[in-house]
């Protein structure tokens, strides 16, 4: 078993740095409510000498190739690729999911290190032509300089992977601020780049509270780039304190996500993606299923296969459960009364509905994964992100009145059709408003190599992973080459 440090501080220019507010904070477990260690509680302090750290470390780790910083990220995802075990052991003690989920998120993490370490011998730029003659014009990738990163708890190493790989390839170097819940993931990544040989400054991680220690990190000068994932309240307040001083900023938000089960849909299939895409990491995906929009002729059917299916859902923190708890109590007493809300407005109960509170689980911050029907589409519950393992269905009588459901919503994150008709998926897909549609299988699932970002609120319109997160780590420069033959 992993050992688990007594305490989590900072780490500042290669060394870890205790808080300079000497305030800490307890990181409890999710599964059992127990204090797993106690966390830097840092300040504009803190987040000032980590930024300093990394803007004397940017000059020289950006005068490195490419070649050469993907060749050293590729020893961070090498190293993490040998230490998987104990990053998911750690993952799973901070966030109360399995072993087995954690591990597959950090093959993910790893993975998106190997892509990314792998730009580092191509970063494109572009040739073009000009309209005077012997002038060769190019574009080439220029780093920004210090990028202030901002994560959420909910696959916190992947959330880790998807900023830092790409924001060091580019010749940046940062200062990440995680999730106040999820301190363990970002110090074991620290102990990784510091035996991989990442030098002192390039990444720097100070932990905290979102407007302690994360706002700071907005409001610095030297912090050309904030790159966020989170809330779309945060990120609005990050957006306005960003503007002031017009820094580049990338939002990566929430999302209000649609599965659409049409009367031509294998239904069993569609029962299969809706727990996957509802209820997997405990519904805490920016890309999970929250509104489950079915076709009047099969929508009993369809319904009675789910309520089944849903019920029988194991529920706790080992491999052969189905969820775990969602992070913390706060989020349980959201749920909570967001479905006691619904309620009261006339929502059906189908599944679940609070916390459990058997013995088993009433230590624990474990939700029942939860259904309802009979809400309507502008309640709040239809509205609004729970970021939990609560899904209403809806029963639309046909394609236009799914696909006009879908739309109505300020989110435009992911969306997924299930149907057997090509027609159907194919306007679908051009019709909805989203960053991401899925045919045929959940709302979730993109990859290290594939851009992901949505429309709407669901972000600033930047794509995060795939070749798509360069264009957010760098600026491109034009470069004029004008030759004259008399001189050959
Ligand atoms: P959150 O907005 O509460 O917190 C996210 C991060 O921001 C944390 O590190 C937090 O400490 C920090 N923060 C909070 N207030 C801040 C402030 N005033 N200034 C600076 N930083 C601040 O979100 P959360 O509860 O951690 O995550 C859930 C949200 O994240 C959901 O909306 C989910 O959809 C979204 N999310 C989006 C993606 C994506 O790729 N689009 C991925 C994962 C999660």
Known sequence: MMTIPREVTNWIDGRDCPPSTNQWFDNLSPADGTSICRVARSGAEDVRAAVSAARRAQAAWAGKTAVARGDLLREIALAMRARRQDIAELVARETGKSVKLALGEADAAIEMGMFIAGEGRRLYGRTTTASMAHRTV???RQPLGVAGLIISFNTPMPN???????????????????????PLSAWIFARICQDAGLPAGVLNIVHGYGAEAGMPLVESPDVKLVSFTGSCATGRMIHKAAAERLAKVCLELGGKNALVVCDDAALDNAVNWVLQAAFSNAGQRCAAASRIVVFDAVYDRFRDLLVKATRELAVGPTDSDFMGPVINARQVTRLEDAVRQAKAGGAVILAGGGKLKDAAHAAGCYMAPTLLE???????????????????????????????????SSYGLTSAIHTTSLHRAMTFAERVEAGVVVVNGGTH???????????????????EAGTEALDVYSDWKYINLIADPAKV
């Open 138 to 140: 190019m574009t080439v």
């Open 160 to 182: 880790i992977a998807w900023k830092v790989f790409p924001a060091l390839l580019c010749g940046n170097t940062a200062v990440l601020k995680p999730s106040e819940d999820t």
């Open 374 to 408: 009979n809400v309507g589409p502008e309640a709040a519950i239809s509205q609004q992100e729970l970021f939990g393992p609560v899904a209403v269905l809806y029963r639309v009588a046909g394609f236009e009145e799914a696909l006009a459901l879908v739309n109505r």
């Open 445 to 463: 699932g993109s990859e290290p190599h594939m851009g992901f970002g949505g429309v709407k609120d669901s972000g600033t319109g930047w794509r």
